[in-house]
């Protein structure tokens, strides 16, 4: 879930305070392309959408989950939020790949995406027990993104046990397949159903 | 052709992203919001002869839309894409966003307002206006319309059944409920949206009424500032969105009306009073409740399969009640794939050994009862710079307490049905295996981020009451103290949280309310 923007605003104060300290060249250490978009982002940055799917490669390790697609998923949902909420989130994905408050907190030297997939789950566990509250929303914000993108597709469903429910559109069009006699006496007196 | 797809495509129902000009509208009546609240005070004036205009930021879905997938219809019904939280994302908060508002999405979950808390808010909080009693036709009347009864114990699925059979070994007092349902097929597709049209919301109800009785409802339009000249309102303005309800089109629209009722629910329609400059001397915005819940795991050797089946059928009120501390109740929780893989704490392969134990699942919270001590006075809605609302609720050491203590019982319960396992949600969770661990959960990280907090029941930000330096609108009529023809009618005006799920209780008082404005505007 997205975190507040002031949040985000004096996170990016000092993020500015730390550049000025001589961090540029950390601060900006290029990404590792890691996925290729397959459509127009709706409301991710390109960095972000890489530092998505990097992300998205670790908190969802299911056998055939696809990273492109489940960062392409967030990328829809993300359309709906306030445009507010899809500035943090962006700013919230640069947070995560920069290698300075990294180098600070976690003590990597690299942006997330250049990581090994150990090194990445040591920055996802770094975040998910801080004693920074930005930190532990940020991470949670991340994972359920990730999380609901990748198990809103009936292709995760497998391993749960789940059925796909069938659909139902015929049976509520069909009125004589819906419901009791009650019912349909009802809805032939003209009771609005 | 059924009766709800005629009124759809009425000459009444206008979709404002299709409009190829800037809107001007005229009415006796403009509600702003279809939720429980507007939609019953909608058919309730039209009935009685006012020429009525509903507006409504969100679609007009039908039971066609509802394909029981969160990938089609969560971004779309929710409020902010479902990505709506407090604002230091501590607290998840559903709230519906359609023709029919929350009603649409909600459990069906039905309680008339608690008498002792109608009593409470006429001693504490200066309700005046109306008594119990006063509310009790107008609960028949709704009851009879959305066919709102009590479920019979072997109707429950067994997430539900969980929760009540282990109350009972407790000897805790526990419940079924009663629901706004007819012919229910038990899909479990409640929060998705009804694909059969059992749920009786407003979608299926209220609003096809006042359209049958000449309301006129414009869809896709957001109310963005009201106009006040000298006491009252003069107009409304506001923004005609895309059909997705994501972007402006560039149109906009006007309202002149007698008379305009808010009723956009708890968060947006103080943020619209914000925006039009009322504030009411500071306290538009304060006093939002949301009944914040803390949920807990517990799995069985035998399948509980909590997608299936009515999602809310049981309740227990037994810790409703606990004098200086805050109370709570406990309800179940229905389970779809993405929403409860966001509830399941952690990552990757940790995450994935848990979630794959679903169907044996069941899920249960604790929803905590806010807005009765004087040291937790809720949250307050304020507007980012952009004119969206966003609600700052902080979290305070009494409802840390009651969370604790209501893992514990959560637990308690469960062990005491029958669960082997129960975990729960902290990103670090509590496993407790035979029997519950109070020690474990005191020790686990009662904090922001560190467990989830989510509300489905927005309450407060226009508290009714008779005195003007304490509440916005009065009990009376939901009228502002300060403004002649402007109400607020919906959950926004309770001064306090409800203790039970809130849609009764918005359905009634809007009712009441609804019936007495057109009384007093004595048409026909």
């Known amino acids: ?193 | 052709m059924t009766k709800l797809a005629v009124i759809r495509s009425s000459p009444n129902v206008v979709d404002g992203s299709q409009a190829t000009a800037d809107l001007v509208l005229e009415a006796d009546v403009c509600i702003v919001g279809t939720g429980a609240g507007g939609a019953v005070t909608a058919a309730t004036l039209a009935r009685a002869g006012l020429t009525v205009l509903m507006l409504e930021e969100g679609g007009y879905f039908t039971h066609a839309d509802f394909t029981m997938r969160e990938k089609d219809t969560e971004s779309r019904l929710y409020q902010e894409g479902m990505s709506r939280t407090t604002g230091d994302a501590s607290i998840a908060i559903l709230q519906g966003r359609a023709v029919g508002g929350t009603t649409v999405v909600n459990w069906t979950t039905c309680f008339r307002t608690p008498e002792d808390v109608v009593e409470h808010w006429k001693k504490k909080h200066g309700v005046a206006g109306f008594a119990y009693a006063d509310l009790v036709p107008h609960y028949e009347a709704i009851e009879q319309r959305l066919a709102i009864a009590k479920v019979s114990y072997g109707s429950m699925n067994p997430n539900n059944k969980m929760l009540h059979d282990g109350c009972t070994k407790l000897g805790w007092g526990v419940d079924t409920l009663r629901r706004n349902v007819h012919a229910c097929m038990q899909t479990g597709f409640c929060h998705l949206g009804c694909p059969v049209n059992a749920k009786r919301s407003m979608l299926v109800t209220m609003i096809p009424d006042a359209i049958d009785a000449g309301a006129k409802l414009v869809f896709r339009a957001r109310a963005d500032r009201f106009d006040v000249e000298a006491g009252s309102v003069k107009s409304l303005r506001g923004t005609l969105l895309d059909g997705e309800g994501r972007k402006p089109t560039g149109r906009a629209f006007t309202v002149k009306a007698k008379r305009f009722v808010v009723s956009g629910g708890a968060i947006n329609s103080p943020a619209l009073l914000l925006r039009s400059g009322i504030d009411a001397g500071g306290l538009v915005g304060t006093r939002t409740f949301l009944h914040p819940a803390v949920g807990s795991q517990a799995f069985y050797e035998e399948k509980i399969e909590p997608s299936r089946g009515a999602p809310q059928s049981a309740a227990s009120h037994h810790f409703a009640h606990r004098g200086e501390e805050i109370g709570f109740f406990l309800e179940a929780v229905p389970w779809y794939p993405a929403l409860i893989a966001a509830t399941t704490p952690g990552f990757g392969a940790a995450h994935e050994a848990v979630f794959t134990q679903s169907p044996h699942m069941a899920i249960h919270i604790a929803i905590t009862i806010d807005g009765f001590h004087d040291d937790v006075p809720g949250g307050r809605v304020r507007l980012r710079e952009s004119g969206a609302p966003i609600l700052d609720y902080p979290i305070g050491p009494k409802l840390w307490n009651a969370f604790r203590f209501g893992q514990k019982r959560l637990a308690e319960m469960q062990f005491a049905s029958g669960a082997k396992t129960v975990r729960t949600l902290h990103e670090i969770p509590v496993v407790m295996t035979g029997k519950v661990d109070e020690a474990a959960i005191d020790a686990a990280r009662w904090e922001g981020g560190s467990l989830p907090v989510s509300t489905a029941h927005q309450m407060g930000g226009c508290s009714m009451g008779d005195d003007p330096t304490t509440s916005v609108v009065r009990s009376e009529d939901l009228r502002c103290h300060t403004l002649a023809n402007l109400h607020v009618i919906d959950g926004s005006v309770f001064p306090t949280s409800l203790g039970v799920n809130p849609q009764q209780s918005i359905y009634g008082l809007a009712r009441l309310a609804a019936t007495r404005i057109a009384a007093a505007t004595r048409v026909r």
């Open chain 1, 1 to 193: 879930m997205p975190t507040s923007r002031r949040r985000f605003l004096r996170n990016g104060l000092v993020g500015g305070g730390l550049l000025a300290l001589g961090g540029v060249s950390l601060a900006f250490y290029p990404s590792k392309e890691v996925g290729v978009p397959t459509e127009p982002l709706a409301a991710l940055e390109a960095r972000s959408f890489q530092v998505l799917v990097a992300l998205v490669s670790r908190v969802v390790t299911a056998k055939g989950a696809n990273p492109v697609a489940i960062a392409h998923g967030v990328d829809r949902s993300l359309s709906y939020a306030l445009p507010e909420t899809q500035e943090a989130i962006n700013k919230l994905l640069g947070l995560f790949e920069n290698a300075l408050p990294g180098l600070l907190l976690d003590g990597r030297i690299k942006p997330f995406t250049r990581l090994s997939p150990e090194s990445q789950d040591a920055v996802l566990e770094s975040w998910r027990t801080s004693r920074i509250e930005l930190r532990r929303n940020g991470y949670q914000a991340l994972r359920k993104l990730a999380l609901t993108a990748y198990y809103m597709e009936e292709s995760s469903w497998g391993p749960l046990d789940y059925q796909p429910p069938p659909s139902l559109r015929a049976i509520a069009y069909d009125d004589s397949q819906v419901g009791t006699p009650e019912w349909l006496r009802a809805r032939a007196e003209g009771d609005t159903p």
